[in-house]
């Protein structure tokens, strides 16, 4: 019989550092539950556990080995993104915002049409939580401009010295990847060591993303929600992008 549990609200999670997976044929579940709660949300991203689901589905929370992690020094700037950054940066009709609408990003991220993927596990209630949290200060968005409508962008969320990609999209080329390298700048500015990618992919693969055994990776992410002293600010525009160049 299956180990995981179901989680009430004022539930807390087992430590994946600490605990091995409840289920061994289902490698990296940790726990289900029947909504996301904000508080939860946090506490689960401090343990480098994450809700992915459907709608037809209970919330999943998962921990998977190996974990796919940017460091944000070995971001793969390709010759082609950084013409499109040139081009960017000298585009007086094109720019990047920063928390200036995160309920239409996470919206952007949700309806976007991916390769090899039928509907979206970013639910109502996803976006709900993580707006939540956003008003909260934890969850940051970066949208693409131009000419006043938004071609790309990506949401995430930071704790400490810890950030965690969630989505991106693109509605031109490149343009997931200007947001995707703004971050990734921005934390290489405020001594952030890695960023969460969750998943392995090919697109994150060949933006210099690899996969890290999920001990080392607990080990470095409690190191880093830790440093609770750093003061980070979150304003910063396209200029941002010349790190790159």
Not at 1 to 24: A, V, Y
Not at 72 to 79: L, Q, Y
Request: hydrophobic share 40%; aromatic share 10%.
């Amino acid at each position: 019989m299956s180990q995981i549990c179901w989680l009430g609200p004022q539930d807390s999670f087992s430590n994946p550092l600490l605990t091995p997976d409840p289920d061994q044929s289902v490698p990296g579940l940790i726990a289900v539950s029947e909504r996301i709660y904000p508080n939860q949300l946090l506490q689960a991203y401090k343990l480098g556990i994450f809700p992915w689901y459907s709608d037809e589905q209970p919330v999943l929370w998962w921990s998977p080995n190996p974990r796919m992690v940017l460091k944000p020094n070995e971001f793969h700037c390709s010759d082609s993104l950084q013409k499109s950054i040139r081009h960017f940066c000298k585009d007086s009709q094109s720019e990047l915002l920063v928390d200036a609408d995160f309920g239409a990003v996470i919206r952007a991220c949700a309806t976007s049409i991916r390769k090899d993927q039928d509907g979206t596990w970013i639910t109502h209630e996803i976006m709900d939580a993580y707006s939540t949290i956003h008003e909260q200060g934890y969850a940051h968005s970066i949208a693409v401009m131009e000419n006043g409508a938004m071609i790309g962008g990506l949401y995430c969320v930071a704790i400490g010295a810890m950030v965690y990609g969630e989505s991106m999209f693109s509605r031109k080329p490149n343009t997931s990847k200007l947001a995707l390298a703004a971050l990734s700048a921005w934390c290489i500015q405020n001594q952030v060591a890695m960023i969460d990618c969750q998943q392995e992919t090919s697109h994150l693969r060949s933006m210099g993303a690899k996969p890290m055994p999920r001990l080392d990776f607990l080990r470095q992410l409690q190191a880093s929600v830790n440093q609770s002293n750093i003061v980070k600010s979150w304003k910063f525009d396209k200029q941002i992008l010349t790190h790159w160049l």
